[in-house]
């Protein structure tokens, strides 16, 4: 089933945008995005730098400071909006029901804190358990994303855990108080190659385990392809393609996704040159009118410079916003 | 001296050393036979050796700590190496100093990871094109055919001259390491080292650097020193792949057959751990347990043993060496010996 067609999702990001009014102008990081995530899924949110990924990610859980706002839209937890919710209804949200992984494990622990009092933290903010209970829920859940002698390495500082195991410390922090949801902002892009497959493995295991759904945000579409259930596409803040994964990846009908697809090197099938999207993405805060990614486009026509293209049904289960799409099998 | 033969770059079982130092008290010891001042080093390069041809793109793999920044930076001569030697055309330079170094590198230029630190902030495109050209050329008649050079260098790379006024925080990341590689590129260099060229760039950018980096090959007849930790990037630009761990060259083979028939445990589970677009198949899954141990105390024997799913007592207590196990494939694992072990 398609994800616009759940019935009730978990969390609905409907038209969302947030802007940054900066002193060189308003930049449109997000502008209009739209999404649905139900129980128990995974969704890849994908894009190169500057496509708006992880404000989405930010938005979500009301973290877009001064000088962003958000400018309109809803992003509906159950169908209640957070947009419009006050601080401590998002408090509550944060880490309860909405917990975020971010992509430097070195810099998102407190150096001056132990290990194990950054996961108390969690359970003393949203638990109402005593303390021996919350120890023993912290030696547990460590010991779940893997790492021994959970009781001992509780009272150690995060410099004192390698990057891997910093990360998993962060899992461990995200996954505590059993959220429902988890955006996971680049969660292995700092890491090794080695290092990564365990992590993403322990990431899978841990959210079928509790039945959690995750927002996965990162550039790297073998990550997403291998983890997520469907992928969101962003371009300049819009989202330019979504759908199932396979789909997607087998047969993108917009010629943004086909072209990031056909510049990762290929193991399996090596070509003399790889194929290269031509140019760079735009300034954002003066993107040309109409479709944003016309300029690097080899589709683009005269319609494309005056008219935004819009989601629409394309084939198998995935939407485009392109004028003029790629049927199954063509190339760009 | 340019005869083909000669490899355009020869390592011989380099070493680089750091020591760790810090002050007098820090490292004075207590116990045992009394006062010791202790002298800790980090062992990064452990013996590495290969070769690199005319026109030859040699990548070397391997995870962080793994010492490949390190050969890199060695062989630039940006560290001199503790021992062994790096022969360029065949002429050693591990011992070169300072002036000695300032003719090989016209043969040896450097592109590195970060295009937003690699520039200098305050100099114009054009001078930072210019500066290992006019470093070289110190006659009034060389020097007056510098600009038309740089502006020829500039269109190369796919930059035009209205770009050679302007200053580095005006270009996005790829253009930046495009004039990375023009600056490398104007002494007309036969070597060029690679460090991560393309890891802060975003997929899109990554192919159209990999792309002129491979015109630019083709073109000039360029050997690469390719370091990544990229395998798929490393399969599509080199010809020929070492896999470094802890310091040491694990595999050395050409890309074909290193990708076909990884021969090292180690090689195997970094081919297995990479994500891939593709659907899974009946992918070889060697998971590894662990972390790479540190460099200060190197575990005794293989470098491996310690994450290694095949290891026995053999592996703790002799260093493998590189063996030659055919088509020009090189492994260092003990493995090579007594297959009847390798059970995966």
């Known amino acids: 089933m398609m994800t616009n067609d759940t019935q009730n999702p978990l969390l609905a990001v409907r038209d969302l945008r947030t802007y940054f009014h900066t002193f060189s102008g308003t930049v449109k990081a997000v502008n209009g995005v739209s999404f649905e995530i139900g129980e128990g899924e995974v969704m890849g949110l994908v894009g190169e730098s500057g496509g708006g990924k992880s404000v989405v990610g930010f938005s979500v859980l009301g973290l877009i400071d001064e000088p962003g706002k958000i400018e309109g839209g809803e992003i509906l937890l159950d169908g209640q909006d957070l947009v419009t919710a ?25 150096p001056l804190h132990t290990v194990g009092r950054q996961m108390d933290e969690v359970l003393r903010l949203h638990t109402k358990l005593d303390a021996d209970a919350r120890h023993q829920a912290c030696v547990e859940m460590l010991e779940s994303v893997g790492i021994s002698q959970a009781a001992e390495r509780l009272k150690a500082f995060p410099h004192q855990f390698s990057g891997g195991m910093r990360q998993r410390v962060v899992i461990a922090i995200a996954l505590l108080a059993r959220p429902r949801l988890i955006i996971a902002d680049e969660p292995t892009t700092a890491l090794d190659v080695t290092i990564q497959s365990q992590i993403l493995k322990l990431m899978r295991q841990q959210i079928a385990d509790k039945g959690a759904s995750m927002i996965l945000i990162t550039h790297d579409l073998a990550v997403v392809s291998e983890m997520a259930d469907h992928i969101t596409v962003l371009y300049c ?62 589709r683009a026509q005269a319609l494309c410079a005056q008219q935004e293209p819009v989601l629409t049904k394309q084939h198998a289960t995935l939407w485009a916003a392109c004028h003029y799409p790629l049927k199954p099998g063509e190339t760009a | 001296m340019n005869t083909s033969n ?27 036979k009394g006062v010791r001042l202790e002298n800790p080093v980090v062992q990064a390069v452990n013996g590495v050796s290969f070769k690199i041809g005319r026109g030859e793109i040699m990548a070397l793999v391997g995870e962080s700590g793994c010492g490949k920044s390190t050969v890199a930076k060695t062989i630039a001569r940006i560290h001199k190496p503790t021992s062994g030697e790096v022969r360029i055309e065949g002429e050693d330079i591990a011992g070169y100093g300072f002036a000695e170094m300032l003719p090989v590198r016209a043969k040896m230029q450097m592109i590195f990871q970060d295009p937003y630190a690699s520039l200098n902030p305050r100099q114009r495109v054009r001078d930072i094109v210019a500066e290992p050209l006019l470093e070289q050329t110190k006659t009034a008649q060389g020097r007056k055919d510098v600009p038309a050079r740089i502006e020829a260098l500039l269109a190369k790379v796919g930059l035009n001259s209205e770009h050679a006024g302007r200053y580095p925080h005006q270009f996005s990341g790829g253009q930046r390491q495009r004039i990375g590689i023009a600056r490398a590129l104007s002494v007309t260099p036969g070597l060029i ?47 020929r792949v070492g896999v470094m761990y802890l310091g040491s060259m694990v595999e050395n083979a050409p890309r074909d057959v290193l990708f076909a028939k990884p021969r090292h445990p180690y090689t195997r589970a970094l081919l297995s751990a990479a994500p891939s677009i593709k659907e899974k198949r009946d992918k070889e899954e060697i998971v590894l347990s662990g972390e790479v141990p540190s460099a200060l105390n190197l575990p005794s024997g293989c470098c491996f043993r310690t994450r290694c799913p095949f290891a026995w007592d053999r592996c703790a207590r002799e260093r493998p060496a590189l063996q030659d196990v055919g088509d020009d494939q090189t492994v260092a694992c003990h493995l090579i010996d007594e297959p009847e072990r390798d059970t995966a």
């Open chain 1, 86 to 110: 006050g601080e401590d209804r998002l408090r509550e949200v944060r880490g309860r029901e909405i917990s975020m992984v971010f992509q430097d494990p070195m810099t998102s622990l407190n």
């Open chain 1, 237 to 298: 803040g819009n989202v330019v393609e979504r759908g199932k994964t396979r789909d997607l990846i087998e047969t993108p009908s917009h010629p943004y996704t086909r072209g990031l697809i056909d510049s990762i090197p290929d193991t399996a099938h090596r070509h003399d040159r790889l194929m290269q999207i031509p140019g760079s993405v735009p300034d954002i805060r003066n993107l040309p009118k109409g479709c944003n990614f016309r300029d690097r486009c080899p």
């Open chain 2, 6 to 32: 000669t490899p355009m770059l020869e390592v011989r079982d380099l070493k680089m050393h750091f020591p760790i130092g810090g002050g007098f008290f820090n490292r004075l010891k207590l116990g045992g």
């Open chain 2, 193 to 239: 080292v690679a460090d991560e060229p393309v890891s802060a760039l975003d997929v899109s950018i990554q192919a159209q650097i990999l792309n002129l980096m491979k015109d630019l090959r083709d073109e000039f007849g360029l050997a690469y020193l390719f370091i990544s930790h990229d395998l798929s990037v490393v399969h599509h630009i080199a010809d």
